[in-house]
């Protein structure tokens, strides 16, 4: 069975940071590429980042270039968000999510994690 | 930056059809992907490649693209299909990912 686990949410101070991971299991994770999507509360889905297979490809979402970095051991199945500089519209349930398709990036997300919370207050 | 519209709502009866539009620049030259999300859930994948259904999504749900515009249809909408959907595609240069704004669809 395909499972998504993300794990490193929690409670952090505007200005400070926090590493989001994500333990893929139950499929050949170095084939496939991995997104982060976030849903602030109340509000609907955005995509953040994205990163193929390999690393070779990595892309942001304009409200979070330069603060957060994508990237992935894909001898630990392990995809990771580290976060910097956070602010409070930063709050978000962040979700880690499968590329579609062996070797594609940005295309569909299945399937997905459950999602960790993150909450940017002082 | 680039969007994807959707309506805020849709209501439909029980057995009837439900239609959410999704429009964007872009759609003519990339794919279009759906997703339900009921409350306190992850989403979940409906519709990939415009209409293409996976594995395990009942045949109710459809999708289809015209130009700017990509549809998802529910027929035959059940109690369970209320939810909120949301579009999710790609820029022109397939570097930006990008999500509709939503719909919440209400079984009467």
């Known amino acids: 069975e395909v499972q998504l686990v993300e794990s490193g949410g929690g409670l952090v101070k505007p200005g400070g940071s926090l590493r989001l991971s994500c333990a893929a299991s139950?499929?050949?994770?170095?084939?496939?590429?991995m997104n982060w999507v976030r849903q602030a509360p109340g509000k609907g889905l955005e995509w953040v980042s994205s990163?193929?297979?390999?690393?070779?490809?990595?892309y942001y979402a304009d409200s979070v270039k330069g603060r957060f970095t994508i990237s992935r051991d894909n001898a630990k199945n392990s995809l990771y968000l580290q976060m910097n500089s956070l602010r409070a519209e930063d709050t978000a349930v962040y979700y880690c999510?499968?590329?579609?398709?062996?070797?594609?990036?940005?295309?569909?997300?299945?399937?997905w994690g459950q999602g960790t919370l993150v909450t940017v207050s002082s | 930056s680039y969007e994807l519209t959707q309506p805020p709502s849709v209501s439909v009866s029980p057995g009837q059809t439900a239609r959410i539009t999704c429009s964007g620049d872009?759609?003519?030259?990339?794919?279009a992907y759906w997703y339900q999300q009921k409350p306190g859930q992850a989403p979940v994948l409906v519709i990939y490649?415009?209409?293409e259904r996976p594995s395990g999504i009942p045949e109710r749900f459809s999708g289809s693209s015209s130009g700017t515009t990509v549809t998802l249809t529910i027929s035959g909408v059940q109690a369970e299909d209320e939810a909120d959907y949301y579009c999710?595609?790609?820029?022109?240069?397939?570097?930006?990912?990008?999500f509709g704004t939503g719909t919440k669809v209400t079984v009467l």
């Open positions: 999510a499968r590329g579609g398709r062996i070797g594609s990036y940005l295309d569909w997300f299945d399937p």
């Open positions: 139950g499929f050949t994770f170095s084939s496939y590429s």
């Open positions: 990163i193929s297979s390999s690393s070779s490809y990595i």
């Open positions: 872009a759609l003519p030259k990339q794919y």
């Open positions: 490649k415009d209409s």
């Open positions: 999710q595609s790609a820029d022109s240069s397939g570097t930006l990912g990008v």
